[in-house]
């Protein structure tokens, strides 16, 4: 089963820009789908963006043109991009990784995003 480990996030001001870094602990190259959640302080867990194995991506209507997440397949890393960032944009960051077979859903133990206004 796969391991994750996030980084990359911190406090950053209105319109400014952070890279978020899921790195994993074995090839991503076969995972199903990769992808970023996050949560509020006071709201629910959602999705903000993932990457399937064949390298199609979705973003919620949220962060699209703002947001990109990408896959460096050789350094078994995922990443998001998030620029314009707003302070709506502040919360807990999870990576996460959902695989057909084997069967498994593995979470990341998520990375602090505080946007100042």
């Known amino acids: 089963q796969v391991q994750l480990v996030e980084s990359g996030g911190g406090l950053v001001q209105a319109g400014g820009s952070l890279r978020l870094s899921c790195a994993t602990s074995r090839t991503i190259v076969s995972i199903t789908v990769m992808g970023w959640y996050r949560q509020a302080p006071g709201k629910q867990r959602e999705l903000v963006a993932t990457i399937a194995s064949g390298d199609n991506t979705a973003y919620a209507d949220s962060v699209k043109g703002r947001f990109t997440i990408s896959r460096d397949n050789a350094k078994n890393t995922v990443y998001l991009q998030m620029n314009t960032l707003k302070a709506e944009d502040t919360a807990v960051y999870y990576c996460?990784?959902?695989?057909?077979?084997?069967?498994?859903?593995?979470w990341g133990q998520g990375t602090q995003v505080t946007v100042s206004s």
């Open positions: 996460y990784a959902r695989n057909l077979l084997p069967p498994y859903d593995v």
